[in-house]
């Protein structure tokens, strides 16, 4: 069983960056999809972007192309997610999950394991 640990949330001013990092542990992350998510205060959490196990096909929600940008290190079990460009907007929780064989990649209900989720705010 593979635990996940997200880092690399804080507080930063609109048009900034941030990267984020989920290690994983327990566990080898090639044998994992790996996906962020985000829930805002309210709202439902939405898919961000998904990886396959090999890092070569790479899925991002349709709003956040061109920001956004995933990558992962399976010699460290480590995914990030860099972030470019924040908008107000981007202010969730993000939370980095994983499933070996998810059905949807874009739905949350399809990962097995969650990190507890990483805050980042952005200010106008």
């Known amino acids: 069983q593979v635990q996940l640990v997200e880092s690399g949330g804080g507080l930063v001013q609109a048009g900034g960056s941030l990267r984020l990092s989920c290690a994983a542990s327990?566990?080898?992350?090639?044998?994992?999809?790996m996906g962020w998510f985000r829930q805002a205060p309210g709202k439902e959490r939405e898919f961000v972007v998904g990886?396959?196990?090999?890092?070569?096909?790479?899925y991002y929600a349709d709003s956040l192309k061109g920001r956004f940008t995933i990558s992962r290190d399976n010699d460290k079990n480590t995914v990030y997610l860099l972030m470019n460009s924040l908008k107000p907007e981007d202010t969730a929780v993000y939370y980095c999950?994983?499933?070996?064989?998810?059905?949807?990649?874009?739905?949350?209900?399809?990962?097995?394991?969650w990190g507890q989720g990483t805050q980042v705010t952005v200010s106008s």
């Open positions: 990886v396959l196990k090999t890092g070569r096909s790479i």
């Open positions: 327990g566990g080898t992350s090639s044998r994992y999809v």
């Open positions: 999950a994983a499933d070996g064989a998810p059905k949807n990649l874009y739905a949350p209900y399809e990962y097995d394991y």
